[in-house]
Protein backbone atom coordinates (compact mmCIF):
# COMPACT_ATOMS: atom_id res chain seq x y z
CA UNK A 1 0.00 0.00 0.00
CA UNK A 2 0.84 3.54 -0.40
CA UNK A 3 2.60 5.22 1.98
CA UNK A 4 4.16 8.38 2.73
CA UNK A 5 5.80 8.89 6.56
CA UNK A 6 7.20 11.92 7.06
CA UNK A 7 10.37 13.12 9.59
CA UNK A 8 9.00 14.19 13.42
CA UNK A 9 8.41 17.85 14.46
CA UNK A 10 10.79 20.20 15.02
CA UNK A 11 11.33 23.61 17.21
CA UNK A 12 13.11 26.55 15.51
CA UNK A 13 14.40 30.22 16.37
CA UNK A 14 13.96 33.11 14.21
CA UNK A 15 16.25 32.79 11.12
CA UNK A 16 17.11 28.93 11.08
CA UNK A 17 16.61 26.96 8.49
CA UNK A 18 13.97 23.38 8.74
CA UNK A 19 14.58 19.98 6.53
CA UNK A 20 11.29 17.52 6.68
CA UNK A 21 11.92 14.35 5.01
CA UNK A 22 9.27 12.46 3.20
CA UNK A 23 9.63 8.37 2.51
CA UNK A 24 7.83 6.86 0.08
CA UNK A 25 6.70 3.54 -0.68
CA UNK A 26 4.12 1.21 -2.19
CA UNK A 27 4.92 2.50 -5.30
CA UNK A 28 7.43 3.26 -7.97
CA UNK A 29 8.73 6.67 -6.78
CA UNK A 30 10.68 8.17 -9.80
CA UNK A 31 6.82 7.19 -11.95
CA UNK A 32 5.06 10.46 -9.64
CA UNK A 33 5.69 14.07 -8.17
CA UNK A 34 5.72 15.52 -4.47
CA UNK A 35 3.81 18.40 -3.47
CA UNK A 36 4.16 19.98 -0.37
CA UNK A 37 1.68 21.84 1.63
CA UNK A 38 1.17 23.79 4.57
CA UNK A 39 -1.27 24.60 7.28
CA UNK A 40 -0.98 26.93 9.60
CA UNK A 41 -2.83 26.66 13.60
CA UNK A 42 -6.44 27.04 12.25
CA UNK A 43 -6.08 27.95 8.91
CA UNK A 44 -6.74 26.73 5.65
CA UNK A 45 -4.20 24.68 3.49
CA UNK A 46 -1.55 26.68 1.40
CA UNK A 47 0.38 25.03 -1.25
CA UNK A 48 4.60 25.68 -1.19
CA UNK A 49 5.80 23.67 -4.46
CA UNK A 50 5.90 20.67 -6.86
CA UNK A 51 9.01 18.21 -7.22
CA UNK A 52 9.30 15.78 -10.05
CA UNK A 53 10.99 12.65 -8.57
CA UNK A 54 11.07 11.17 -12.22
CA UNK A 55 13.76 14.22 -12.77
CA UNK A 56 14.21 16.85 -9.97
CA UNK A 57 11.74 19.53 -11.80
CA UNK A 58 10.69 21.64 -9.58
CA UNK A 59 7.85 24.65 -9.53
CA UNK A 60 7.38 26.42 -5.81
CA UNK A 61 5.00 29.28 -4.75
CA UNK A 62 6.02 32.62 -5.62
CA UNK A 63 5.65 33.75 -2.05
CA UNK A 64 8.29 31.17 -1.26
CA UNK A 65 10.80 31.70 -3.91
CA UNK A 66 14.36 31.73 -2.64
CA UNK A 67 13.58 30.37 0.60
CA UNK A 68 12.91 27.26 -0.20
CA UNK A 69 14.05 24.15 -1.91
CA UNK A 70 12.71 21.06 -2.30
CA UNK A 71 14.91 17.62 -3.45
CA UNK A 72 14.58 14.02 -3.86
CA UNK A 73 16.91 10.97 -3.26
CA UNK A 74 15.60 8.41 -5.27
CA UNK A 75 18.44 5.53 -3.98
CA UNK A 76 15.93 6.29 -0.59
CA UNK A 77 12.33 7.23 -2.55
CA UNK A 78 13.14 10.09 0.08
CA UNK A 79 11.63 13.85 -0.44
CA UNK A 80 13.28 16.59 1.11
CA UNK A 81 11.46 20.38 1.45
CA UNK A 82 14.10 22.50 3.58
CA UNK A 83 12.64 26.27 4.38
CA UNK A 84 15.19 28.84 5.46
CA UNK A 85 15.32 32.26 7.35
CA UNK A 86 12.26 30.96 9.74
CA UNK A 87 9.54 33.31 11.04
CA UNK A 88 7.09 33.25 13.42
CA UNK A 89 4.91 32.54 10.59
CA UNK A 90 6.24 30.00 9.11
CA UNK A 91 4.90 27.77 12.21
CA UNK A 92 2.69 25.08 10.48
CA UNK A 93 1.74 21.74 9.92
CA UNK A 94 3.87 20.63 6.78
CA UNK A 95 2.59 17.99 4.60
CA UNK A 96 3.54 16.14 1.64
CA UNK A 97 1.83 14.87 -0.67
CA UNK A 98 1.90 12.60 -4.08
CA UNK A 99 0.77 13.86 -7.35
CA UNK A 100 1.03 12.10 -10.75
CA UNK A 101 3.33 13.96 -12.34
CA UNK A 102 1.66 13.50 -15.89
CA UNK A 103 0.99 16.62 -17.19
CA UNK A 104 -2.58 16.06 -17.49
CA UNK A 105 -3.74 15.21 -14.21
CA UNK A 106 -3.15 17.21 -11.12
CA UNK A 107 -4.16 16.01 -7.75
CA UNK A 108 -2.82 14.62 -4.54
CA UNK A 109 -3.86 11.39 -3.90
CA UNK A 110 -1.85 10.25 -0.98
CA UNK A 111 -0.25 12.65 1.88
CA UNK A 112 2.06 12.03 4.65
CA UNK A 113 1.21 12.51 8.05
CA UNK A 114 2.39 15.86 8.40
CA UNK A 115 4.99 17.76 10.50
CA UNK A 116 4.60 20.14 13.07
CA UNK A 117 7.18 22.66 12.63
CA UNK A 118 6.95 25.40 15.40
CA UNK A 119 9.30 28.42 14.98
CA UNK A 120 9.62 30.78 18.14
CA UNK A 121 12.41 32.44 20.46
CA UNK B 1 -1.81 33.82 -6.72
CA UNK B 2 -5.36 34.62 -4.56
CA UNK B 3 -7.08 31.20 -3.04
CA UNK B 4 -10.51 29.96 -4.45
CA UNK B 5 -13.02 31.34 -2.58
CA UNK B 6 -15.13 29.10 -1.24
CA UNK B 7 -17.95 29.38 1.97
CA UNK B 8 -16.83 29.45 5.27
CA UNK B 9 -20.15 27.79 6.38
CA UNK B 10 -22.14 24.54 5.12
CA UNK B 11 -24.75 23.00 7.34
CA UNK B 12 -27.55 20.49 6.81
CA UNK B 13 -29.15 17.80 8.53
CA UNK B 14 -28.39 14.35 8.43
CA UNK B 15 -29.98 12.79 5.07
CA UNK B 16 -30.23 16.22 3.41
CA UNK B 17 -27.65 17.05 0.40
CA UNK B 18 -25.55 20.14 0.80
CA UNK B 19 -23.41 22.07 -2.11
CA UNK B 20 -19.92 23.90 -1.31
CA UNK B 21 -18.97 26.11 -4.26
CA UNK B 22 -15.22 27.02 -5.24
CA UNK B 23 -14.72 30.15 -7.12
CA UNK B 24 -11.94 30.95 -9.17
CA UNK B 25 -11.03 32.67 -12.74
CA UNK B 26 -10.36 31.76 -15.70
CA UNK B 27 -6.89 31.19 -15.21
CA UNK B 28 -7.64 28.22 -12.86
CA UNK B 29 -10.98 26.57 -12.59
CA UNK B 30 -12.68 28.42 -15.44
CA UNK B 31 -9.90 27.23 -17.55
CA UNK B 32 -8.98 23.87 -16.94
CA UNK B 33 -10.81 20.54 -15.70
CA UNK B 34 -8.40 19.94 -12.78
CA UNK B 35 -10.11 20.55 -9.98
CA UNK B 36 -10.21 18.14 -6.58
CA UNK B 37 -11.36 18.21 -3.83
CA UNK B 38 -10.17 17.06 -0.54
CA UNK B 39 -11.92 16.39 3.33
CA UNK B 40 -9.92 17.25 6.53
CA UNK B 41 -10.91 15.98 9.64
CA UNK B 42 -9.59 17.40 12.84
CA UNK B 43 -6.15 16.79 13.80
CA UNK B 44 -5.90 14.44 10.10
CA UNK B 45 -3.90 15.02 7.27
CA UNK B 46 -6.26 15.46 3.65
CA UNK B 47 -8.01 12.70 2.26
CA UNK B 48 -8.81 13.08 -2.00
CA UNK B 49 -12.77 12.79 -2.29
CA UNK B 50 -12.85 14.05 -6.36
CA UNK B 51 -10.80 14.72 -8.62
CA UNK B 52 -10.68 16.03 -12.40
CA UNK B 53 -13.93 18.33 -11.07
CA UNK B 54 -16.11 14.58 -10.95
CA UNK B 55 -14.34 11.83 -10.51
CA UNK B 56 -14.21 9.77 -7.50
CA UNK B 57 -11.47 7.72 -6.58
CA UNK B 58 -11.55 4.07 -5.26
CA UNK B 59 -13.43 3.55 -1.92
CA UNK B 60 -14.79 6.92 -1.70
CA UNK B 61 -18.68 6.98 -1.29
CA UNK B 62 -20.85 7.76 -4.20
CA UNK B 63 -22.90 10.18 -2.32
CA UNK B 64 -19.82 12.53 -3.18
CA UNK B 65 -19.70 14.50 -6.45
CA UNK B 66 -18.33 16.90 -8.36
CA UNK B 67 -19.56 19.52 -11.10
CA UNK B 68 -18.03 22.55 -12.59
CA UNK B 69 -20.06 25.97 -14.48
CA UNK B 70 -17.64 28.51 -15.56
CA UNK B 71 -15.48 29.81 -12.93
CA UNK B 72 -17.10 27.66 -10.48
CA UNK B 73 -16.59 23.81 -9.38
CA UNK B 74 -19.13 22.48 -6.68
CA UNK B 75 -18.95 19.11 -4.40
CA UNK B 76 -22.32 18.05 -3.49
CA UNK B 77 -22.55 15.64 -0.39
CA UNK B 78 -25.78 13.74 -0.36
CA UNK B 79 -27.36 11.78 1.96
CA UNK B 80 -25.31 13.81 4.65
CA UNK B 81 -23.58 11.50 7.36
CA UNK B 82 -22.16 12.58 10.86
CA UNK B 83 -19.38 11.15 9.82
CA UNK B 84 -19.17 14.03 7.05
CA UNK B 85 -18.54 16.81 9.36
CA UNK B 86 -15.30 17.87 8.57
CA UNK B 87 -13.39 20.71 6.34
CA UNK B 88 -13.43 20.63 2.76
CA UNK B 89 -10.78 22.81 0.72
CA UNK B 90 -10.98 22.59 -3.05
CA UNK B 91 -7.95 22.64 -5.51
CA UNK B 92 -7.33 23.66 -9.36
CA UNK B 93 -4.29 23.89 -11.67
CA UNK B 94 -3.78 27.47 -12.33
CA UNK B 95 -1.18 28.25 -15.31
CA UNK B 96 0.69 30.78 -12.97
CA UNK B 97 1.67 28.65 -10.22
CA UNK B 98 0.76 24.76 -10.87
CA UNK B 99 -1.64 24.46 -8.02
CA UNK B 100 -3.94 26.43 -5.73
CA UNK B 101 -6.29 25.59 -2.61
CA UNK B 102 -9.94 27.15 -1.48
CA UNK B 103 -10.43 28.59 1.39
CA UNK B 104 -11.52 26.19 3.32
CA UNK B 105 -15.30 25.38 3.87
CA UNK B 106 -16.78 23.51 7.37
CA UNK B 107 -19.61 21.38 7.21
CA UNK B 108 -21.71 20.73 10.22
CA UNK B 109 -24.31 17.89 10.42
CA UNK B 110 -26.95 19.38 12.58
Known amino acids: QVQLVQSGAEVKKPGASVKVSCKAS????????ISWVRQAPGQGLEWMGW????????NYAQKLQGRVTMTTDTSTSTAYMELRSLRSDDTAVYYC??????????????WGQGTLVTVSS | QSALTQPASVSGSPGQSITISCTGT?????????VSWYQQHPGKAPKLMIY???NRPSGVSNRFSGSKSGNTASLTISGLQAEDEADYYC??????????FGTGTKVTVL
Open chain 1, 97 to 110: ARDPDSGYDYYFDY
Open chain 1, 26 to 33: GYTFTSYG
Open chain 2, 26 to 34: SSDVGGYNY
Open chain 2, 91 to 100: SSYTSSSLYV
Open chain 1, 51 to 58: ISAYNGNT
Open chain 2, 52 to 54: DVS
